[in-house]
Structures are given as structure tokens and as C-alpha cells.
Antibody, heavy 118, light 110 residues
Framework: EVQLVQSGAEVKKVGESLRISCKGS????????ISWVRQMPGKGLEWMGR????????NYSPTFQGHVTISVDKSISTAYLQWSSLKASDTAIYYC???????????WGKGTTVTVSS | QSVLTQPPSASGTPGQRVTISCSGS????????VNWYQRLPGTAPKLLIY???KRPSGVPDRFSGSKSGTSASLAISGLQSEDEADYYC???????????FGGGTKLTAL
């Protein structure tokens, strides 16, 4: 069974940097894109951006462009989502998902809770 | 404000048939297949319907999807208490060049 294993919960302060990870089992990163999705407290799902692990091509939602960076290390089947300077409004659950190119997202990680305080 | 529009809530009694709508535009639902996700409390989203009306392995046939023009619907027949969850529609948007989600519908079994 394909799984995406996400890194653990993080508690950070405003202005700090952060990188969270999403490790795929088997060859889940070999032929699928990886998308990141945000869920703020009490709110719905928001697509942030995605990466093609084969060539590290990325595209971002305009809402998140310039605020986060998505990257991948194919050698360890791991995708990353990072911030250089966190804001309190970044407090949310972040999910990674395996995406069959613009068709569907079928496998999801369990989510990483990020709490940012001032 | 989500690109796709869903009712914020829906409800039904056990055994009843419930439908959830999802409205979009020509650049998203009108051009691409619609997927539905179920998010049970405290868990990650789960793919429920893909390609407008296909069920992944393991999803009961009580769940069905349809699409017409720029709208889509999820139907749940024989509602069960364990179906209480948030349901989201999603599709690719050609204009935004990215995924768009509905705002989510909270389903309650009365």
C-alpha cells in the first residue's frame, strides 16, 4: 500500500523558518506529482502548489507564490514545503498528496500541524 | 471565497438519500473531471469519487457522483451515521493552472 509519511507537528515563532517533509513509500514519487494543501483552523482545503519529482518543476497557487517553496529530493523519495519567515496566519494543518497530473489526488499524508505564535 | 461553490451544510436521517452540489465555471468543472473527498473528523482527506463518477477500490457504492456542464453533485444513498464528515469537491482550473476546491459541506446524520 502506497503511503505518504509526513513529519511531526511544529511549534514556531513569528519570523522563524521551517521546513516540513513528506516521504513516499515504494515509488510513489517516481511517476506522480506531489501537491501541498493547507487547512486553516475551521476552514476548508486550499491548494498551495505542486512539484514534479522527475524534474523538480513547480507551480504555485497565486495565493502562496512567493510565500512558500516546494522542493524534492528524489534520492530519498521526499518532498518538502518550506517557509523562510513564518507568520501567525501560517498556523494550519498541511497535507501532502500524490497527484496523477491534474486528474486526481489519490493518496494523502496524515498532515503536519504547524502552530506559529508571536 | 472558494472558486467552487458548495452548500456549507447538509443533513439527512439514516437511510435517506442526500445530495451535495458543487458549482463552478467553464475553466474548471466545465473543462475537467471532478473529484470528491471525504474528511472524517481529525483525519486526512480521502478520495471518494474521481473522474466525475468513478469510485476507488473500497468506496461503497452508496456514494456516486455526476457532472453536468459547470456543476457536479455527490449523492449518498442509505445515509449512515459514519458518513458524518466534511465533503469537498475539487477539479483542475485551466485559467488558474492549479487545483481548486469547494468550500466544503458538513454532512450531519440526524
Amino acid at each position: 500500500e502506497v503511503q505518504l509519511v509526513q513529519s511531526g507537528a511544529e511549534v514556531k515563532k513569528v519570523g522563524e523558518s521551517l521546513r516540513i517533509s513528506c516521504k513516499g513509500s515504494e515509488d510513489s514519487l517516481a511517476t506522480y506529482w506531489i501537491s501541498w494543501v493547507r487547512q486553516m483552523p475551521g476552514k476548508g482545503l486550499e491548494w498551495m502548489g505542486r512539484i514534479d519529482p522527475s524534474d523538480s518543476y513547480t507551480n504555485y497557487s497565486p495565493t502562496f507564490q512567493g510565500h512558500v517553496t516546494i522542493s524534492v529530493d528524489k534520492s530519498i523519495s521526499t518532498a518538502y514545503l518550506q517557509w523562510s519567515s513564518l507568520k501567525a496566519s501560517d498556523t494550519a494543518i498541511y497535507y501532502c498528496s500524490r497527484e496523477l497530473g491534474a486528474i486526481y489526488m489519490d493518496v494523502w499524508g496524515k498532515g503536519t500541524t504547524v502552530t506559529v505564535s508571536s | 471565497q472558494s472558486v467552487l461553490t458548495q452548500p456549507p451544510s447538509a443533513s439527512g436521517t439514516p437511510g435517506q438519500r442526500v445530495t451535495i452540489s458543487c458549482s463552478g465555471s467553464s475553466s474548471n468543472i466545465g473543462s475537467n473531471p471532478v473529484n470528491w473527498y471525504q474528511r472524517l473528523p481529525g483525519t486526512a482527506p480521502k478520495l471518494l469519487i474521481y473522474g466525475n463518477n468513478k469510485r476507488p477500490s473500497g468506496v461503497p457504492d452508496r456514494f456516486s457522483g455526476s457532472k453536468s456542464g459547470t456543476s457536479a453533485s455527490l449523492a449518498i444513498s442509505g445515509l449512515q451515521s459514519e458518513d458524518e464528515a466534511d465533503y469537498y469537491c475539487a477539479t483542475w482550473d485551466d485559467s488558474l493552472n492549479g487545483w481548486v476546491f469547494g468550500g466544503g459541506t458538513k454532512l450531519t446524520a440526524l
